[in-house]
């Protein structure tokens, strides 16, 4: 397969994690669909190391990898607080700034 | 018209006639309570001090062949253009003007000394006369329109000051306010004589007005004439009570009877004759103006004699004889050079017989407890017998009995019209002597109801007066007194000049003579008698004999008979305030509320409207703020897409 | 099949056009159909296994480009590690908080789709536009390498070892902020040995307690446990059996009831025991 398919099937997948992040209420979910579009990312960067025929778009993915984890890490920590605190993990109970 | 000498001699202090009266003023309104001890008598010293300058440069002037003097005081607007200088005319009309305003007011001012006696506010009220004659005197004597304009508004302030001058009662103030606005109109009118003026010939002073127009230099023609003369006719009717602008003179007997005597009797309502005399040249040029003048005095004299018929108010009777004695002078003033001589001494002689007579009025009120209702008095020659004489006289001068005042000055008049000739010459004669009976009719009814017949204030009645401060009727009966010699010395030097100032300025026309420079050569005299004149003094006599058929052999009732419909519209001053308010009052009040309707629902609409969608607006707005992070997410989704959406139209 | 995927020398090229191009096929339906299903799903378990799903195919897609070791390192480091740490995290906070699928913002769900097929349909075009080109033959810097695996080692340690330092220095940094954020402090001084046992002396129940179920007459895990003042309670039972059987804890032969009364017998004589003998004392 050409590398266009991948990349068409790396857009697809992010709009699917993009849309995922809007309509999900639960934290969790929504940080796994945020993995979703890392992840997307990473296709179509490995699709380009392909292209261009040099490993540097697989490096980059591999760093994405790596930061995505950290991301993961830290922002699960920041959930569990926030549950431990308001004992519920609705991203809509943050609405202060309503009119 | 050669340019006029400038002052030499004496006459380079002639600003001293206007200063001494606006020291005067000055002193006592801005002393204020500290000056009421002497502030009468300050008055007077400074009212005297202008006559006797004024006797100085009469003789002066009598002295010099060219009996003209230019003083040139100051330049008031030096602009390129549109030069305004106040100067001072010294020339045998406005010399005959200075001697009459400060001989009389001088009388009057002497004669308040007494009547305001019992008043907290006498020294005020010197202070307004003077301010007063400061500013007539600038009328008369500035040189070019600009200063008479501005003496011809300084007198309507001072009317309007001392008809109110009884500031908390309510028709004082009302009557003040009608009088300014009445002179308003008029002065609109002479406001634009002048800007026409201006912009015709641009200039202000007489000489250079008059000599342009008269030699025709100028592009306008007749007609810019004509509408000169008729604007000016406009202000002459506004400050002298004429029709169509007369309501105001009535109400004006609101304020203290010496201001009645001296400014709505001898010299403010004289102004506009004044303005029309001095103004000749334009009206010798323009037969329209002229035409309207005598129409205008025509119509005013027969409708101030019918008014004068059938008021009760002893005052009011006299006013609306001011009334027609002024339509006379208009009358007069309008027949051209023939007529401006009998005008002015008309004017003289009826400053000092109306003065007269009203300073009477005033001393019968002031012995009456201030009474006005003549159906209140009756037999009171018993108790004021000076004033009854003075008054007489007084009487005897205005119908015109020869051989005093009135009969050399009006028969002038009469017989300047008869002479005229042609169908308007023939109109303007009848009415003139028609007017003249009518008003031997209501002067002797007058005589009547105040001097003779049984006393009718010792009845309980119907009673006008009442205590001027605190408006509680009177509690007792008035006992009639003379007045102190303060009040009757004055009037019986006026009674003199009633007697005698009519032949000493018409016998061997020596007024005309000096009023030549003027007014122009005369027209050639008559003798003492002619047709005309004989036929006046025979309605005289009849008007005489048919009021004392009413009021003299019948006694007269306390209370007033319902009358003929002439008599109800007589009391109404002819219906001319019921005009004035439903043809102007209430237009006019219609017009404002539709302006305030038009300003509360269409510009408040429109400024509200714009505020009220703003805040709508906004407060939809701000629905879009939810507070989620999700609609926030979706928000940046959806900028995002339209980014590549734009990159994609740009680059494709 | 293996070798067919790891396409030898790291070009991902001397696959198959036939084998290449169904595995594509099937593992982009495969990817697509778990992504979809993973935002559609109630529970978040679920979700997580969705996930695992595109990982794993995504993973094959990678050996497939000729990037064996990335394929490994998303299996083991995203999947098997980030991926099990959401689960970790799920059990923390709570299985069963399950979303409700009603939307509570209007037009959210309308607006996120049109947003997102929007967005997909752009960049498709605008891709499909660029000339991707067709895929070389080998990658180039591996020309220099055995395999993939030193080529990518290579450009790490020498072209983007600033990246790498920095990026080490951001786990360590995430490492401290997840110890620091997951933290809970003490509220009260940390109770010594010395306290505990005071307390126990004090509270006169010095011995421990038996454990739960010692004085069970029943093991059966449909029985509910007895309370100390002798009833039952239905929470001890697990909610998965107790929605399914209506006749639960209702003591079928009536041992429990016979062990009460037995129980109040035992009592009453001791209290007239001890009243016995409180009174001769």
Not at chain 2, 405 to 425: H, L, M, N, P, V
Request: proline share 4%.
């Amino acid at each position: 397969m050409s590398p266009a398919h991948y990349i068409f099937l790396s857009v697809v997948l992010f709009a699917i994690g993009g849309v995922g992040v809007l309509v999900r209420r639960n934290a969790i979910v929504i940080f796994m669909c945020v993995e979703l579009m890392l992840n997307a990312c990473n296709l179509a960067f490995v699709a380009f190391a392909r292209m261009h025929g040099n490993l540097d778009g697989q490096v980059v993915a591999f760093f994405v990898m790596v930061v995505a984890a950290a991301e993961v890490v830290v922002g699960l920590a920041i959930l569990m607080a926030i549950y431990r605190a308001r004992k519920s993990a609705s991203v809509d109970d943050a609405n202060l700034l309503k009119y | 018209m050669e340019t006029t000498l400038a002052a030499t001699g004496v006459l380079r202090y002639s600003w001293l006639l206007l200063a001494f009266p606006v020291f005067g003023a000055a002193v006592l309104l801005l002393g204020g309570r500290r000056t009421d001890k002497w502030g009468h008598l300050l008055g007077v010293a400074m009212s005297l001090a202008s006559f006797v300058y004024g006797v100085i440069a009469f003789f002066t002037l009598l002295s010099y062949t060219d009996r003209s003097r230019d003083l040139h005081m100051f330049s008031w607007i030096p602009v390129d253009g549109f030069q305004a200088n106040i100067g001072i005319l010294l020339d045998p009309l406005s010399i005959s003007f200075v001697l009459l305003i400060t001989g009389v007011g001088s009388l009057i001012h002497i004669y308040s000394i007494g009547y305001m006696s019992h008043d907290v506010d006498r020294r005020r009220f010197f202070a307004y006369l003077n301010l007063f004659i400061a500013a007539m005197l600038l009328l008369v004597l500035s040189d070019n329109y600009l200063g008479l304009y501005a003496g011809w508004e300084g007198v309507g302030l001072a009317s309007y000051l001392l008809i109110g001058f009884w500031q908390f009662k309510p028709t004082a103030a009302v009557a003040a306010k009608k009088a300014f606005i009445a002179n308003r109109v008029g002065d609109a009118g002479l406001s634009l004589a002048i800007m026409l003026m201006f912009a015709e010939y641009g200039t202000f002073n007489f000489g250079p007005v008059f000599h342009q127009m008269s030699s025709g230099s100028t592009s306008g023609g007749t007609g810019v004439t004509t509408a000169i003369g008729l604007l000016l006719l406009l202000g002459a009717c506004g400050k002298s009570a004429q029709v169509p602008l007369q309501s105001w003179l009535l109400d004006a007997m609101e304020g203290p009877t010496p201001v009645s005597a001296l400014i709505h009797a001898a010299t403010m309502v004289t102004a506009g004759v004044y303005l029309i005399v001095r103004s000749n040249p334009i009206f010798n040029i323009s037969p329209t103006a002229q035409l309207a003048v005598t129409v205008v005095g025509a119509v005013t004299l027969l409708a101030g004699a019918i008014i004068g018929c059938a008021k009760d108010d002893i005052k009011k009777s006299l006013a609306g004889s001011t009334m027609s004695q002024i339509g006379y002078m208009f009358l007069g003033a309008g027949l051209g050079p023939a007529g401006y001589v009998f005008a002015i001494a008309h004017l003289i002689a009826h400053g000092f017989f109306k003065a007269g007579l009203f300073l009477g009025a005033g001393s019968v009120m002031h012995g009456m407890d201030d009474e006005v209702n003549m159906r209140r008095y009756g037999g009171l020659y018993k108790f004021l017998p000076v004033t009854f004489v003075t008054f007489a006289l007084g009487y005897l001068a205005i119908i015109g009995i020869p051989p005093f005042s009135g009969f050399w000055t009006k028969d002038g008049i009469i017989e300047a019209a008869w002479d005229k000739g042609g169908t308007s010459g023939y109109i303007l004669a009848a009415c003139a002597i028609i007017g003249a009976g009518i008003t031997a009719f209501y002067m002797t009814r007058m005589m009547f109801m105040t001097w003779f017949g049984r006393p009718r204030w010792q009845e309980p009645g119907p009673q006008a007066s009442a205590e001027p401060r605190t408006g509680q009727p009177h509690e007792h009966a008035p006992h009639p007194h003379e007045s102190p010699w303060v009040m009757t010395i004055p009037m019986i030097l006026l009674a003199i000049g009633s007697v005698a100032a009519g032949g000493f300025l018409i016998i061997n026309q020596r007024f005309a003579n000096f009023l030549a420079p003027v007014t122009g050569e005369p027209a050639p005299p008559h003798g003492v008698w002619s047709t005309p004149g004989i036929i006046a003094l025979v309605l005289v006599v009849v008007g005489v004999g048919i009021a004392w058929l009413i009021y003299g052999r019948v006694p007269v009732p306390a209370t007033a008979p319902r009358g003929s419909f002439v008599t109800v519209a007589a009391r109404k001053d002819l219906y001319g305030d019921a005009f004035n308010e439903s043809v102007l009052m209430r237009p006019g009040q219609w017009l404002t509320r539709l302006s305030v309707y038009f300003d509360g629902r269409g510009v408040d609409g429109l400024v509200n409207t714009v505020a009220a969608v703003i805040g709508g607006s906004s407060g939809r707005l701000r629905r879009v703020q939810t507070g989620y992070a999700r609609s926030y997410a979706l928000s940046m989704l959806l900028g995002a897409v339209l980014l590549v959406a734009g990159l994609l139209v740009v680059r494709l | 099949m293996i070798p067919h995927i790891l396409a030898a020398g790291g070009g991902g090229t001397n696959l198959d056009a036939y084998w290449s191009v169904s595995f594509f096929w099937v593992l982009a339906v495969l990817s697509v159909g778990a992504a979809l299903a993973m935002i559609f799903m109630r529970q978040a378990v679920h979700c997580a296994l969705m996930l695992a799903v595109v990982m794993l195919s995504l993973a094959v897609m990678y050996a497939m480009q000729g990037a064996p070791f990335l394929a490994f390192v998303q299996v083991i480091v995203y999947t098997g590690a980030v991926l099990m740490l959401f689960l970790f995290v799920m059990m923390l906070i709570g299985v069963s908080s399950a979303d409700s699928l009603r939307e509570t913002i209007k037009g959210q769900r309308v607006w996120a789709a049109i947003g997102g097929v929007a967005f997909m349909i752009l960049l498709i075009v605008g891709i499909g536009h660029a000339s991707i080109g067709s895929a070389p033959t080998s990658f180039s810097s591996t020309g220099n390498q055995a395999n993939n695996l030193t080529g990518i080692a290579q450009l790490i340690f020498t072209t983007y070892v600033y990246p790498f330092e920095i990026t080490s220095a951001l786990l360590i940094t995430a490492a401290l902020g997840a110890m620091v954020l997951a933290h809970r402090e003490r509220t009260e001084p940390k109770l010594t040995q010395r306290d505990i046992s005071r307390r126990r002396v004090a509270s006169g129940q010095v011995q421990p307690e038996p454990p739960p179920g010692v004085y069970a007459l029943h093991d059966a895990v449909d029985m509910p446990a007895m309370l100390p003042d002798g009833s039952t309670t239905d929470r001890s039972v697990s909610r998965a059996i107790s929605q399914r059987d209506p006749e639960l804890g209702r003591d079928p032969q009536g041992e429990v009831a016979e062990d009460r009364d037995a129980e109040q017998r035992i009592e009453a004589e001791r209290a007239i025991e001890a009243a016995a003998r409180g009174e001769t004392q």
